[in-house]
């Protein structure tokens, strides 16, 4: 079935620093894929999307590119914030089917000042 | 516009207790489901209903049901409460299908004692 994967936290980085958080998937067809984040005590929202391959989402500093051939969504931010610490969730909606969501299991961030 | 609103928000059972966890969304979105979040898991969807009338199971339904009650509500039940069911439980809906996002609720944090 679809999966993702992202790679394990917590990461701990200082302000300014630069970050890549990974994330790969397996999918049948043609998902969309998301970046989420959970602020402490929240749900989850959107940070950013892409809905085809080489689609580049971006939002608040934040980028991702839709790689079709490596099945990968990284994200990255060239200069994060302490405001920034939070949880980030990669995650896929299928193009078929259901059409669920399908999250990878998140990345803890801690942004020091 | 309140988005998508959970009750209760937070709650204790004991063993075998029941209770339903309720979700309602005044964005008129066709799908809604509800995920659980537990550590080093990310979120892991129970039950899904693509539309008004329809419910699926997800990837974790044991000990689960659910109900669409219109197109605005979807209610969670756990029938016989378990230690296992501790978690913190979200509802999402979603507008379409396709590359739509997610929009969740704040989460309730249930413990079973």
């Known amino acids: 079935g679809n999966s993702v994967t992202q790679m394990e936290g917590p990461v701990t980085l200082s302000e300014e620093a630069f970050l890549t958080i990974n994330c790969t998937y397996t999918?049948?067809?043609?998902?969309?894929l998301f970046w989420y984040v959970q602020y402490p005590g929240e749900g989850l929202q959107l940070l950013l999307k892409?809905?085809?391959?080489?689609d580049k989402g971006s939002n608040k500093g934040f980028e991702a590119t839709y790689r079709k051939e490596t099945t990968s969504f990284h994200l990255e931010k060239g200069s994060v914030q302490v405001s920034d610490s939070a949880v980030y969730f990669c995650?896929?909606?299928?193009?078929?089917?259901?059409?669920?969501?399908?999250f990878g299991a998140g990345t803890r961030l801690f942004v020091k000042a | 516009n309140a988005g998508v609103t959970q009750t209760p928000k937070f709650q204790v059972l004991k063993t075998g207790q029941s209770m339903t966890l309720q979700c309602a969304q005044d964005m008129n979105h066709n799908s809604m489901y509800w995920y659980r979040q537990d550590p080093g898991m990310g979120l892991r969807l129970i039950y899904y209903s693509a539309s008004e009338g329809t419910t699926d199971k997800g990837e974790v339904p044991n000990g689960y049901n659910v109900s669409r009650l219109n197109k605005r509500e979807f209610s969670l039940r756990l029938e016989s409460a378990a230690p296992s069911q501790t978690s913190v439980y979200f509802c999402?809906?979603?507008?379409?299908?396709?590359?739509?996002?997610?929009?969740f609720g704040q989460g309730t944090r249930l413990t079973v004692v």
């Open positions: 999402a809906s979603i507008p379409m299908s396709g590359s739509t996002e997610a929009f």
């Open positions: 995650a896929l909606r299928e193009g078929t089917g259901g059409f669920k969501t399908i």
């Open positions: 999918a049948t067809g043609y998902p969309s």
């Open positions: 892409a809905t085809k391959a080489d």
